[in-house]
């Protein structure tokens, strides 16, 4: 199994540090085990594959959104201060945040080093940085405003209030929203022109990261008419058994309804 480690022999003095108990045991029958926190429909998914990439044991625990509002339950609350997902526990270490999440998994349990540009490569290593960040730092925020935006605009109103609230999310998707989309949609494709992944020749965790973004704009954007490259990166995704496998554990996922 990836990830098992000698006791005494960790190369992770911090993961040992912050829960001495867990590495004490990790190789014997009560290793605790990690547990993904998994919101149906949320960028959860990006963690269930890693998982299944590094080929570690996980266990899910699953939460349901609210049928109206789309938040997540409260009990989301007491894994994380925020409530949100993803989040995973590991023995008594809890990590929220997509990106730090990667960072931790990776450097605990990716063993060989398979998930990240090779520690020669320089601009990989760069990008592979970059794109971790990018991902939610970027991107992300502005899917969010294009799904409020949508909210908006399908909100049941009085008729009379209808054209205001429609030329006020006209003028943020015209001003803002579309121009802002469109460089990075550009910037994607080139990047996705000079090199087949995020960080270069190599399949690594910044896809994984990247893979979630590719999916919240298929459910708007015509990829594979105006995009072909990034399109044809979500597909090459899907490929993937460990996608696949992700999917099987993780059960119905579909972005767009909400
Ligand atoms: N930047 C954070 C965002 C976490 C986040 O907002 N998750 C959403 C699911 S995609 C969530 O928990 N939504 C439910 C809510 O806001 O109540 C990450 O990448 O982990």
């Known amino acids: 199994m990836a990830g098992v480690v000698a006791i005494g022999e960790s190369p992770y003095p911090t993961a040992r540090a912050a829960c001495p108990l867990y590495w004490a ?8 085990m990690i547990t993904l926190h998994h919101l149906e429909n949320s960028r959860s998914q990006r963690i269930l594959w890693l998982l299944e990439e590094l080929g570690v044991e996980y266990e899910i625990e699953r939460y349901q959104r609210d ?16 409530g949100k997902s993803p989040v995973i526990t590991d023995g008594d270490v809890t990590v929220a945040e997509s990106g730090a999440i990667i960072d931790y998994l990776v450097e605990n349990y990716d063993d060989t080093g398979r998930l990240q540009p090779d520690p020669d490569d320089a601009q990989g290593l760069r990008d592979y940085r970059y794109f971790m960040h990018y991902a939610e730092g970027t991107v992300m925020p502005l899917l969010i405003v294009a799904l409020l935006m949508r909210r908006v605009d399908e909100a049941k109103m009085p008729f009379f209030v209808k054209p205001i609230a429609k030329g006020i999310t006209g003028k943020i998707r015209s001003g ?32 994984i990261q990247m893979s979630f973004i590719a999916e919240g704009l298929n459910v ?31 059960g119905p996922f579909q972005l767009g309804a909400r």
């Open 67 to 82: 049928p109206v509002t789309s938040l997540a339950p409260q009990a989301l609350k007491d894994i994380h201060p925020l």
């Open 25 to 32: 045991t990790r190789d014997g029958p009560e290793t605790p």
């Open 176 to 207: 803002y929203l579309d121009p802002n989309l469109g460089n990075n949609l550009a910037f994607m494709e080139s990047e996705l022109t000079r090199k087949p992944w995020f960080a270069g020749n190599r399949f690594t965790a910044a896809d």
């Open 220 to 250: 708007s954007v015509d990829l594979a008419s105006q995009f072909p490259k990034l399109a044809a990166f979500l597909a090459k995704c899907h490929a993937t058994p460990t996608y696949q496998r992700a999917l099987e554990r993780g």
